[in-house]
């Protein structure tokens, strides 16, 4: 792929990340993304035919320029479930302060676009896939609660995570960052992981 070719699309990624961080939800069409871009309508379409494609696209996009796969690296190299557990809970839970503004926006149109939904239901996949190997990592160790199923126990910490739980103790509440993530993190430990078994 040219580099013309690759400086176009990291222009339209850019423009719609703006568009969602501006309009807050109140609707990104493509004719706002392709004019924020510098471009014909008709030339974005050439790079993403449909809406949901580019909005998927854009939150990866994100991803990309925030380092979310050197954030995920102490996760997924830590030596005990607990330590990934702990780590995943750290780099998400920093994480989504950064992101607000996409998530937002996703949030408050994904009930009446189809797009946005599509763009939020795969960010949100890929978030429950770090929850899933953190609680599979507590299962590898035998440190996983007994009291839950393995299933249950990662709807459990991926629904703890929830955008929304950040934004209601953080914003409506007042916390701050730091207490979210080491309060996250003790509860998650309350609730998923188990004692030692003796030696």
């Known amino acids: 792929m040219s580099s013309a070719i690759l400086d176009t699309r990291d222009r339209i990624l850019e423009a719609a990340w703006k568009q969602l961080e501006i309009n807050q939800g109140t609707g990104v069409r493509m004719s706002d993304i392709a004019r924020q871009a ?8 050439l ?7 580019l909005l998927i696209a854009t939150t990866r996009y994100v991803d990309v320029v925030k380092g979310v796969e050197a954030r995920l690296a102490p996760s997924r190299g830590a030596a005990t479930g607990v330590e990934r557990l702990d780590a995943y809970i750290e780099a998400w839970g920093n994480y989504i302060p950064e992101i607000y503004g996409v998530a937002r926006a996703l949030l408050a149109m994904k009930d009446t676009d189809e797009a946005a939904a599509a763009a939020w239901a795969d960010r949100m996949q890929a978030m429950r896939h770090g929850c899933e190997a953190a609680i599979l990592a507590l299962q590898r160790d035998g440190r996983l609660s007994p009291q839950y199923a393995l299933e249950d126990a990662i709807d459990i910490l991926w629904t703890m995570l929830s955008v929304r739980t950040w934004e209601e103790l953080i914003i409506d509440c007042g916390w701050p960052q730091r207490k979210y993530v080491e309060t996250t993190k003790a509860i998650a430990r309350r609730i ?3 004692d030692p078994l003796p030696r």
């Open 47 to 53: 790079h993403f035919s449909k809406r949901s494609e």
């Open 38 to 45: 510098g471009i014909s309508r008709q030339a974005l379409y």
């Open 192 to 194: 998923l992981v188990a």
